[in-house]
């Protein structure tokens, strides 16, 4: 039997790291994506005249992670009845460890 590393064997090893690293890159950038949308229902609810229903189901419309500020951007339209509302808009940006940064919400309160 043969003990020694094979060029065949590094090439394996190779493409093995290289298709892993995007997994774990993406592991290690942010909170997530529903840990954000659960910390933004409980943010706009305490700070608004908001129902668990006009929070219920938002729409994800773009979800980023900045590396240089290293926080994940999350942005959100309101949908009610499975129908997404015109100009009722949210976001919420969350650190490393899914803290809410930030928020700001445009949802219709008791648009159920």
């Known amino acids: ?30 909170p997530p ?6 910390s933004f229902s409980a943010k706009a609810r305490a700070h608004s005249r908001l129902t668990a229903a006009d929070v219920a189901n938002p729409t994800v419309t773009s ?12 942005y959100l339209q309101q949908r009610v009845n499975g129908l ?7 976001a919420v940006h ?8 930030f928020f700001n919400q445009d949802f219709f309160s008791n648009a159920v």
């Open 1 to 30: 039997m043969n003990a020694l590393p094979t060029h065949s064997g590094y090439c394996k090893l190779a493409l093995a790291i290289a298709l892993a690293m995007p997994g774990l890159a993406l592991a290690q950038e942010g």
């Open 63 to 74: 979800s980023y992670f900045d590396a240089s500020t290293g926080l994940t951007h999350t």
């Open 84 to 90: 997404t509302v015109f100009n009722a808009n949210g």
């Open 33 to 38: 994506l529903a840990q954000s949308l659960t």
């Open 94 to 101: 969350t650190d490393k460890n899914g803290k809410v940064v």
